[in-house]
């Protein structure tokens, strides 16, 4: 997969670097790959546009005056920020990248660094964001379906999850088995599943992500 092709057409790289001749050459770089970028010279020019909404992952460097690249990178997991980062670090700083990897930083590159291993991290890095994002918005969607779903389907649905046959929950709801075939269908049509298994498969992974 071409770089140009990992790059949704929303998603941009955020480089920020206080290094100019860094910056200009990675912003050479990502935008003749066919990559949409933006630039900034600190970390509190990056965090003063910062929003939730913005897709794509960011390129931060360890090392900056005033707020530092781990800083930054701490406080915007305290915002609960979702895109990517890769640190970009010189040899001195590699145990400190490492430590931000475990903290869940995507990982780190060293100074010099080959464009070919800076573009393959990043279009590794912004297909899994665009993953992570269909992830999370299917999520939502799916707690949206389950509350247009009446008490009963409710029940019904529980019973299918915990692995119950028809025949189990008509008996632990006191309703005949065509009654719960009936509810199950709707259950089925008002989820937008094709099938049992994505059905629960969507369910417990709306149930995992409203849970973080």
Request: glycine letters at 6%.
């Amino acid at each position: 997969m071409s770089e140009q092709q990992s790059a949704a057409p929303d998603q941009y790289i955020h480089i920020v670097d206080d290094d100019e001749a860094l910056r200009d050459s990675l912003v050479w770089l990502l935008e003749s790959s066919g990559h949409r970028v933006r630039a900034y010279e600190s970390a509190e020019a990056f965090l003063a546009d910062f929003n939730l909404a913005m897709t794509g992952c960011l390129v931060l460097d360890v090392r900056m005056p005033g707020m530092s690249g781990l800083e930054l990178f701490e406080e915007l997991r305290r915002r609960h920020c979702s895109l990517p980062v890769i640190f970009i670090t010189g040899h001195g700083d590699v145990p400190m990248a490492v430590s931000a990897v475990k903290k869940g930083a995507v990982d780190f590159i060293e100074k010099p660094f080959s464009e070919r291993d800076m573009l393959d991290l990043i279009a590794e890095c912004l297909a899994a964001e665009q993953a992570s994002r269909g992830r999370r918005q299917l999520e939502a969607e799916t707690v949206r379906r389950l509350t247009q779903l009446t008490q009963r389907e409710r029940e019904v649905l529980d019973l299918i999850i915990a692995g119950k046959l028809n025949k189990q929950i008509a008996d632990v709801l006191g309703i005949s088995i065509k009654t719960v075939e009936v509810h199950r269908a709707r259950v089925m049509e008002k989820m937008e599943a094709n099938s049992l298994a994505e059905l629960v498969q969507n369910v417990l992974a709306a149930d995992a992500g409203h849970g973080r």
